[in-house]
Every structure is written in structure tokens, then in C-alpha cells.
């Protein structure tokens, strides 16, 4: 009986750790970017290089972090790709001369201070993280 305890606790710890494991991503831009929400083929496309333009001709300046849950969760729920086909993705374009990766950061808060103070940037961070000085958009 004391086993069968223990393997249910163990279950649930499990379950409940993979509920909270999917974390939540909140896509962040520059308060003078022109839109307030992105259709996710736009979305993908931006960190893929292929849309650089918003629709007032602006530059798009993507950011994204090194790594992490929340880079994760990002690069495969708004992407649709393992972060290692991603990775591949820009080593190939890069190579090629097809495009550079976006800019990257170690940590939300230098994420958020740069595209608060760079026009055209946008980025995600956590939904745990509240965002200072950036809008928030939305996912259509």
C-alpha cells in the first residue's frame, strides 16, 4: 500500500510539473511600433528574416533570448520548430549570406531595455515578466 502511495504522489508531482513546464510567452515591441497585433505566419516569418518591414515601412528589429523555457516555448508554439532546426535554420542562412540571426539576450531585462529604447524592436519574454516602457501584442 505504501508503494502504491508513493508512485501516486510521484504521478501527480509529475503531472503537475508538466502543466507548469508550457511556459507562457507575451510578444513585446517598441511603444512607436505601428501595430498592436501580428498573424502568427507574419510573426514567423519576421524571426525567420523574411518579413523586415512594418506597415509603415519601418525596420523590424527582432530580439530574442539565449536560451530557456521561454525561448523554447517560443521558438516551438510561435515558430513551429525545434529550437535546433531553428538554430539550424540561421547557421545555413548565415553561411549563405541569406541573412543574419536576430539579436539575442541573456536575460529578459536587457531584452526589454533594448527594444524600449530601439526603434522597430520587437521580442518576447515570459508572462510572468511584467514589460516596462514596450507594448504588448497580440497574436491573431
Known amino acids: 500500500m505504501k508503494q502504491l502511495t508513493n508512485i501516486i504522489v510521484i504521478l501527480c508531482v509529475f503531472v503537475s510539473l508538466s502543466w507548469c513546464r508550457a511556459a507562457e510567452v507575451v ?3 517598441n511603444k512607436e511600433v505601428s501595430t498592436n497585433s501580428l498573424e502568427t505566419r507574419t510573426l514567423k516569418r519576421i ?8 506597415s ?6 527582432p ?3 539565449d536560451g530557456g523555457e ?3 516555448a517560443f521558438v516551438k508554439e510561435m ?10 535554420y540561421w547557421k545555413q542562412a548565415l553561411f549563405s549570406g541569406r541573412g543574419v540571426p536576430p539579436k539575442s539576450f541573456s536575460n529578459e531585462k536587457e531584452l526589454i531595455k ?8 520587437m521580442g518576447y519574454i ?3 515578466t511584467v514589460p516596462v516602457n514596450v507594448k504588448i501584442l497580440s497574436l491573431e
Open 27 to 29: 510578444l513585446i515591441a
Open 47 to 54: 524571426y525567420l528574416g523574411l518579413h523586415t518591414r512594418w
Open 56 to 61: 509603415d515601412n519601418q525596420k523590424i528589429v
Open 63 to 65: 530580439v530574442m533570448l
Open 70 to 72: 521561454t525561448h523554447e
Open 79 to 88: 515558430l513551429n520548430k525545434t529550437v535546433s532546426k531553428f538554430v539550424i
Open 114 to 121: 533594448f527594444v524600449a529604447s530601439t526603434p522597430g524592436a
Open 126 to 128: 515570459s508572462g510572468n
